[in-house]
C-alpha cells in the first residue's frame, strides 16, 4: 500500500511536468527490494486521477468546447473557436489511440527498457529546449488549423514510449509551430483527456478480467489514482502560474541530468535493463 501512495504521489507530481510520468514510475520500480516494474497496466489505470484533475480544473472551458462542439454538428454553435477546438481534440487524440492499441504489446515490455528510456529522456529534453527557445510567442488557440492538431497529434504519439513525455511532445510542437508557452500548454492539456482516458479505462477493463497484469491490488490501485488526483490538481494550477512567467528550461536541466544518469548506472551494471 505505501508503495502504491508513492506511485501515485509521483504520478501527480510527474504527469503534466515535461519530464515523463511513465519513466519515473517505471524507474521508481527499482527501488523496490525485487526492483519490480510498477507495469504499463498499473501506470496506465493511475493516470486516470490526473486526467480527473484536469476535467475538474478546466471544467468550465470542457463544458463550453462540449457545448459548442454539439451544436456544431447541427451548424448552430455559439462560438466556432470552442467548436473547432472540440474537433481538433478529436482529430489530434487519433494518432495515440491507434498506435496504442496496436502495438500494445509493444508497450508493455520494449519500450519499457530502462535503456530506451534513458535514451529519449535526453533527445526529447533536448527538443523541449529547442523549441522553446527559438518557438515564437504569436499563436494562440482562437489562431489553431485542422494541420498544427495533426502535427501535436502525431507528436503525442511518441509518447507511449516512456521517457518522451506526452506533454513535451505535444508542447514541443506547438511551441515550434509558433504558440504561447501557456496556449501550448493548455491545449496538451485538453489533448490528452480522451487518449489517456481511453488507456486507463481499456487497462482497467482488462486488469479486471487478467489480475496478474498489476501486482498491486484493486484496492491498492485505487488510492494510488485518487493520490494521483490530489497531487495532480495542484501540480496543474502552480505550472500554469509558472509557464507564464518562465521558460522550460529548468525541465529540460532535470531530463538530461536524469537520462545521462541512468546511462551511467546502466553502463557500470549498478541496475539491470
Do not use: C
Request: aromatic residues 12%; glycine residues 8%.
Amino acid at each position: 500500500m505505501l508503495e502504491a501512495i508513492f506511485l501515485g504521489l509521483l504520478q501527480g507530481l510527474t504527469e503534466f511536468l515535461p519530464i515523463s510520468s511513465s519513466a519515473h514510475i517505471r524507474v521508481a520500480g527499482l527501488f523496490n527490494p525485487q526492483s519490480a516494474d510498477p507495469g504499463a497496466t498499473f501506470t496506465a489505470i493511475i493516470q486516470i486521477g490526473t486526467e480527473l484533475a484536469v476535467i475538474l480544473y478546466f471544467r468550465r472551458e470542457i463544458w463550453r468546447i462540449l457545448t459548442n462542439w454539439t451544436l456544431s454538428i447541427s451548424k448552430k454553435a455559439h462560438d466556432r473557436t470552442e467548436a473547432n477546438l472540440g474537433w481538433f481534440i478529436i482529430i489530434g487524440s487519433l494518432p495515440i489511440v491507434l498506435f496504442g492499441y496496436y502495438f500494445q504489446e509493444t508497450i508493455r515490455n520494449e519500450f519499457r527498457a530502462l535503456w530506451l528510456i534513458a535514451v529519449v529522456l535526453i533527445v526529447g529534453g533536448i527538443f523541449i529546449g529547442l523549441a522553446d527557445r527559438y518557438g515564437r510567442h504569436q499563436r494562440d488557440l482562437v489562431a489553431m488549423k485542422r494541420s498544427d492538431t495533426w502535427i501535436a497529434g502525431l507528436a503525442q504519439a511518441f509518447a507511449l514510449i516512456p521517457g518522451v513525455s506526452r506533454s513535451g511532445t505535444t508542447i514541443g510542437a506547438l511551441r515550434i509551430l509558433g504558440f504561447k508557452r501557456v496556449d501550448a500548454l493548455k491545449f496538451s492539456f485538453l489533448l490528452a483527456i480522451p487518449a489517456v482516458m481511453a488507456s486507463g479505462i481499456f487497462e482497467l477493463i482488462n486488469s479486471l478480467s487478467n489480475p496478474e497484469l498489476s501486482r498491486f491490488s484493486g484496492f491498492e490501485t485505487l488510492v494510488a489514482t485518487l493520490v494521483a488526483f490530489i497531487v495532480g490538481y495542484a501540480v496543474v494550477a502552480w505550472l500554469l502560474r509558472f509557464v507564464s512567467k518562465y521558460s522550460f528550461i529548468p525541465f529540460v536541466i532535470y531530463r538530461l541530468i536524469l537520462g545521462s544518469a541512468l546511462l551511467i548506472l546502466l553502463s557500470l551494471g549498478v541496475i539491470a535493463n
